[in-house]
Nanobody, 122 residues
Framework: QVQLVESGGGSVQSGGSLRLSCAAS????????MGWFRQAPGKEREGVAL???????SYADSVKGRFTISQDNAKNTLYLQMNSLKPEDTARYYC????????????????WGQGTQVTVSS
């Protein structure tokens, strides 16, 4: 089992920045992929950024150049640095992990945190 706890959400004006953190515990040595997803009210959960154990990253087109995913393996912590935030980035952001798969499909991830709210005002 893997436990994930997100932090760092909040309210910010358009153009501002936030950094999300996700602390992982439990059976973390065998995690293959971690990712950030988000879900706005009335919308489906969507992938934002992924990072494999070897450091390979992937980003959704909507956040490329603005968001950066990173991990500190020594601290078992995942980060998402979000710059140039827009009102359309408003959503609840979730951290996810899996031992085998890595894609932007939420169904491919077996472990999820509870999420942290990000609100961007214009």
């Amino acid at each position: 089992q893997v436990q994930l706890v997100e932090s760092g959400g909040g309210s910010v004006q358009s153009g501002g920045s936030l950094r999300l953190s996700c602390a992982a515990s439990g059976y973390t040595d065998s995690i293959y992929c971690m990712g950030w997803f988000r879900q706005a009210p009335g919308k489906e959960r969507e992938g934002v950024a992924l990072i494999k154990r070897d450091g390979t990253t992937s980003y959704a087109d909507s956040v490329k150049g603005r968001f950066t995913i990173s991990q500190d393996n020594a601290k078992n912590t995942l980060y998402l640095q979000m710059n140039s935030l827009k009102p359309e980035d408003t959503a609840r952001y979730y951290c996810a992990a899996d031992h085998l798969r890595c894609s932007f499909y939420p169904s491919n991830f077996g472990y999820w945190g509870q999420g942290t709210q990000v609100t961007v005002s214009s």
